[in-house]
């Protein structure tokens, strides 16, 4: 009992309270992209990119633009930038819920808010259940996912919680990047779920297919057909990411 107690002191407490005010030490985060010229016929910021989230244009000056449902944010470009125009901060305020909204530039820094959709609040801002779907992903977004519901964030104390069936479920959470083995089990899930339901698709590999955008392994389609209500960058996407665009979606005051 004693060393349990010695535990729970050297520990301190777990629980966030607070969601809405978290912000992780050590989280790299959102892209912040100085209005500062880039060097002459310099292209090693999106060359490096793993992901092909960075674009470059030429307007009168170079625009460099970062896709967050394509980075991976792996940090790679900031340190070979010569003119130090990228860097990362810890925000974790990153979800969106129209594709192009995850988009960052110089002059638009911060991602479209999240809206709150009064139908969603309507019949689920008091209790969301959602079945969620790994498309061929790696795991990493998986166990972000399922750290929503452990002791230090807690979901469930808003109503929202992951079922074991779709047939319970209000919603899909999609991770990976939708692999063609997985599209038969994709479809008959969400075809399980009844209405009226949402998609919400959570880190970049489900959001553009991130690394594997390019493979013949995948096939998207599914969202053609289903567009999210949410997209939840990250690689992978923090607990955090999803809980506050998810809160702000259902308009929950936390």
């Known amino acids: 009992m004693f060393q349990n107690i010695a535990v729970r002191q050297a ?22 992209i100085a209005d500062l010229a880039c060097a002459p016929n310099c292209h090693v910021c999106q060359e490096i990119c ?10 009168g000056k170079d625009v460099v633009a970062i896709d967050l449902g394509r980075c991976v944010m792996c940090g790679d470009c900031a340190p070979v930038c010569p003119s130090q125009k990228l860097s990362f901060n810890n925000d974790v305020k990153l979800s969106a819920t129209t594709r192009e909204g995850l988009v960052v530039t110089a002059a638009r820094p911060n991602l479209d808010p999240v809206a709150v ?21 790696c795991n990493g977004c998986e166990m972000e996912v399922n750290a929503w519901s452990n002791v230090n964030f807690d979901l469930g104390r808003y109503g929202i919680d992951i079922v074991a069936s779709p047939r319970h479920a209000d919603g899909l959470v999609l991770t990976g990047p939708i692999s063609r083995n997985m599209m038969q089990a994709l479809h008959i899930c969400w075809e399980a779920i009844p209405e009226p339901k949402l998609v919400i698709a959570v880190g970049a590999c489900a959001i553009s297919g991130g690394v594997f955008a390019d493979s013949d392994a995948i096939g998207r389609e599914f969202l053609d057909k289903f567009p999210p209500s949410l997209y939840v960058p990250g690689c992978p996407a923090h607990p955090l990411t999803f809980i506050s665009g998810i809160m702000d979606l259902l308009g929950i005051a936390g």
């Open 11 to 32: 520990q301190g407490t777990q629980f966030i309270r607070d969601l809405r005010a978290a912000q992780p030490g050590g989280f790299r985060g959102k892209p912040v």
């Open 50 to 59: 793993p992901s092909n989230a960075i674009t470059l244009q030429a307007n």
């Open 117 to 137: 959709s009064a139908e969603l609040k309507k019949r689920f801002g008091r209790s969301l259940k959602l079945r969620s779907v790994s498309a061929g992903g």
